[in-house]
């Protein structure tokens, strides 16, 4: 099982995940195993209350850097700046890293 971290849930993270639902059966078979998305970065989690993913939510991305269950980290921000401590402190920990920054 991989386990993904999204930082990020504005146009392109919210897409992201929906694609990575959607597309969970053939992405998983693509893969040889299965993942989910365990964590979603959010900078105001009220916001997403009706969210099918809210449960997923955090607003500290400590809770995403420090899980050692995830295994991959997706950075979607539109925070480039704030976000490379927490990508090194990711990659320290061996956790693979996507980005789109």
């Known amino acids: 099982m991989i386990t993904i971290g999204l930082l990020g849930y504005g146009t392109v993270g919210h897409a992201s995940y929906a694609i990575l639902e959607e597309e969970k059966e053939s992405i ?3 893969l040889g195993q ?4 365990k964590k979603i970065l959010v900078t ?3 916001k ?3 969210e099918e993913a809210f449960n997923k939510m955090t607003t500290d991305v400590q809770e ?3 899980d050692p269950e995830i ?3 997706i950075e979607l921000t539109g925070s480039v700046d704030d976000m490379i401590d927490p990508i090194k402190e990711a990659l320290s920990t061996k956790k693979h890293l996507v ?3």
């Open 64 to 66: 995403i850097v420090q």
């Open 28 to 30: 998983s078979k693509a």
């Open 48 to 50: 997403y209350r009706n």
């Open 99 to 101: 980005t789109a920054n």
């Open 34 to 37: 299965d993942f989910q998305v």
């Open 44 to 46: 105001d989690a009220e």
């Open 71 to 73: 295994d991959v980290i």
